[in-house]
């Protein structure tokens, strides 16, 4: 096949989606869409995630040091678009209908909804000119038993939660199915 040169892009490298959620200075939940996330090793499994712009999330990750990691589904698809597309200077944006607990391990807030929920502290920030990166320990992982110790094969278990990718800006399934465009799922959100 042959190649040729374009400007720096993601597009056609899928990434997996995960709400980052905080605590604010009141102590109310708020949650971010975000897809640089993956993993590093330091002597144990840890994470790395980055954050660009100027955000809340970023923000109260500064303040706190810590701050969840939860599976995007297709189920929660709709929320995590309108979490991903509103601002959380938007005193609307936390409105939505959705289940939020507090972390096993850190005081951290969860999506009751995802299957995979990650409690992480921040070793290190690695600040870059318009974004930053985070190096952070695993501190707890949520998972919902029927990945943990249900039966089945990891082909069945993935097919059951169903996490979405994207690329391009959009969404897509975990087999493919185009799942509309960033900013067009939450117009189902209540």
């Known amino acids: ?37 993956s993993y590093i090793w330091d002597g144990e499994l840890g994470v790395m995630a980055c954050i660009g712009g100027d955000k ?5 990750i500064h ?3 810590m701050f969840s ?6 189920k929660l698809l709709p929320l995590a678009d309108h979490l991903g597309n509103t601002s959380g200077y938007n005193p609307e944006k936390m409105k939505p209908d959705m289940e939020i607990e507090n972390g096993r391990v850190l005081p951290v807030p969860i999506m009751t909804a995802s299957p995979v929920i990650y409690e992480l ?9 318009d974004g930053e990166v985070m190096l952070c320990r695993i501190r707890n992982v949520l998972q919902d038993d029927l990945l943990a110790q249900g039966s089945g094969s990891s082909s069945e278990k993935m097919d059951a939660i169903a996490p979405i990718h994207t ?16 900013g067009e799922p939450m117009s189902k959100v209540n």
Request: hydrophobic fraction near 35%; charged fraction near 30%.
């Open 1 to 37: 096949m042959n190649k040729i040169s374009i400007k720096p892009t993601n597009d056609f490298c899928p990434q997996t989606l995960f709400l980052y959620g905080t605590y604010d200075d009141e102590g109310k939940a708020d949650f971010g869409l975000f897809c640089w996330f």
């Open 56 to 60: 809340l999330t970023k923000e109260n």
């Open 63 to 65: 303040k706190r040091k």
């Open 69 to 74: 990691a939860n599976l995007v589904t297709e």
């Open 121 to 129: 502290e921040v070793k290190q920030f690695i600040p870059l000119d």
């Open 167 to 182: 690329t391009c800006s959009r969404y897509f399934s975990w087999e493919g199915k185009d799942l509309g465009a960033w």
